[in-house]
């Protein structure tokens, strides 16, 4: 193999290794981007407020916390909540479910999406 090929490997090899580092979030700065959310979302089980409840997001369907009047366009998506569907949600909700009520703009930045999924993923258990 060429030197050229073996550099560009372990260019490779370590930025996908620093990016796998940043998708895992860090959930102290995880809780300070949850201030943006904060707003019409609660992490304790029942207490809807603009938005439904978080707790118990992860692995719960779309449109179903109880006691939330949620949009038709959010029941119609029926997708089930996890770091994937949550962290493609966050970043554009509009573009993600169309006709959802959720006014938020969205986070862009990925290392933020990872951060509040590190902490949601401990908050809302």
């Known amino acids: 193999m060429s030197r050229v090929l073996l550099s560009a490997l372990a260019l490779l090899t370590v930025s ?6 940043q998708a895992a979030g860090d959930p102290e700065q995880g809780k ?3 201030a943006k959310c ?10 809807n407020g603009v938005g439904p409840s978080l707790k118990g ?5 779309s ?18 909540w ?3 569907t949550i962290s493609e949600y ?13 006014v938020f703009p969205g986070i862009k930045k ?5 951060d509040l999924i590190a902490y949601l993923k401990d908050a809302t258990k």
């Open 82 to 84: 996890d770091e994937k």
């Open 32 to 34: 300070k981007a949850f």
């Open 90 to 102: 966050i970043a554009d909700p509009k573009a993600y479910i169309p006709g959802n009520k959720m």
């Open 38 to 47: 904060r707003a019409c979302h609660q992490l304790e089980a029942g207490k």
């Open 16 to 21: 996908l290794a620093m990016s796998g580092a």
């Open 110 to 114: 990925e290392s933020e999406v990872a």
């Open 63 to 80: 449109g179903t916390a109880d006691g939330f009047k949620y949009s038709d366009a959010m029941k119609a998506k029926a997708v089930a």
């Open 57 to 61: 997001v992860f692995g719960r369907k």
